[in-house]
Nanobody
Framework: QVQLVESGGGLAQPGGSLRLSCVAS????????MAWYRQAPGKQRDLVAR??????TNYADSVSGRFTISRDNRNTVSLQMNSLKPEDTAVYYC?????????WGKGTLVTVSS
């Protein structure tokens, strides 16, 4: 079992920034990949960004150029979110893929509003 704990959510103004962090109970270098997903009210959960064990990254088109996923240390993955838009409002979930098993955090709420 892998525990994932997100932090860093909150209220931001349009054009502002937030940094989300995900602390894993295992070394993230033992995962196939780490990812951030988000789910807005009434919508499905969608991939935001992903980083593989080798360090390659993928982003949703809607966040490309504004969000950056990174590995801070052996247990922490972060999502730097810049130029936030109201449509970025959602619960953001940390995700880990380990040996074909998928684990989720409980999520952190991001609200973008003036």
């Amino acid at each position: 079992q892998v525990q994932l704990v997100e932090s860093g959510g909150g209220l931001a103004q349009p054009g502002g920034s937030l940094r989300l962090s995900c602390v894993a109970s295992i070394s993230i270098y033992n995962t196939q990949y780490m990812a951030w997903y988000r789910q807005a009210p009434g919508k499905q959960r969608d991939l935001v960004a992903r980083i593989s064990r080798g360090g390659s990254t993928n982003y949703a088109d809607s966040v490309s150029g504004r969000f950056t996923i990174s590995r801070d240390n052996r247990n922490t993955v972060s999502l730097q979110m810049n130029s936030l838009k109201p449509e970025d409002t959602a619960v953001y979930y940390c995700n880990a893929n380990v040996d074909l098993l998928t684990f989720w955090g409980k999520g952190t709420l991001v609200t973008v509003s003036s």
